[in-house]
């Protein structure tokens, strides 16, 4: 029975790792970010799983790309520009440095992290990593489509920025499309942040789930041509 009990538990996670690993691969080669070389979304994926294969033999925690680091390295290595257009400035990326050098650096400082421990890194108080992750978290939702929508909410349509989407799909539309996520979103928020952990569990099974509602359930609620629309705008 435990053996049962661990494979449940191990395919959930699996399941976890593949959707996270895909989805921020899918973020951090959308369109808007300019990168010039090809996507390996399948060999990046079977590398992270003969890692982990490693990771689990020696004990250490399991690793795949991850978010907002992801997207947020991208941005450091890009090339900004600034544009007007209709009174709203914006920022687009022109051109990204694409190199391994950064994060083969970035590696290296975690790895020699460990010569820090105990000391002085146990002086850091608690309530400031915290304090950084929440900062890292809120930077990363900058140009984020969902947020975008839901500030929409809270101004007059007369200043609505001239976006894409908004130009081609109907205000009420564009409304239901931000309530429906911000539903799911709290339904996993629910699932992944309960102090019960057998609900914590179960949380890749409810992300998973959130595809047939996209597909067959919201079509239904919005139209089609809508739906593609918004999607063709990274979330």
Not at 51 to 65: F, K, R
Request: hydrophobic share 50%; with cysteine; aromatic share 10%.
């Amino acid at each position: 029975m435990n053996v049962v009990s661990a494979m449940g538990l191990g395919f959930l996670l699996a399941l976890l790792i593949f959707i996270d690993q895909n989805i921020v691969v899918s973020l951090t080669n959308a369109p808007e970010n300019r990168l010039l070389k090809g996507t390996a979304y399948h060999w990046d994926l079977m590398l992270s799983g003969l890692i982990n294969i490693l990771m689990s033999v020696l004990g250490l925690p399991w690793m795949h790309a991850a978010f907002p680091h992801s997207t947020l390295h991208v941005r450091q290595l890009a090339f900004v520009e600034q544009r007007v257009e209709g009174g709203h400035l914006y920022e687009t990326i022109v051109q990204v440095k694409e190199t391994r050098l950064t994060s083969l650096a970035a590696n290296i400082f975690i790895g020699v992290s460990v010569l820090l421990l105990p000391l002085p890194l146990q002086w850091i108080p608690k309530p400031v990593l915290y304090g950084l992750f929440l900062y890292i978290a809120l930077t990363s939702i900058d140009g984020n489509q969902m947020c975008d929508r839901m500030a929409l909410l809270l101004k007059e349509q007369t200043s609505y920025p001239p976006t894409h989407y908004i130009r081609k799909v109907p205000q009420r539309k564009i409304h239901y499309f931000t309530f429906l996520q911000m539903m799911q979103l709290l339904v996993l928020c629910t699932f992944g942040m309960y102090p019960i952990p057998y609900m914590k569990m179960i949380f890749p099974l409810v992300m998973v789930l959130l595809i047939p509602i996209r597909n067959n359930v919201l079509p239904h609620i919005i139209e089609a041509k809508y739906l593609d629309i918004m999607d063709a705008q990274h979330m």
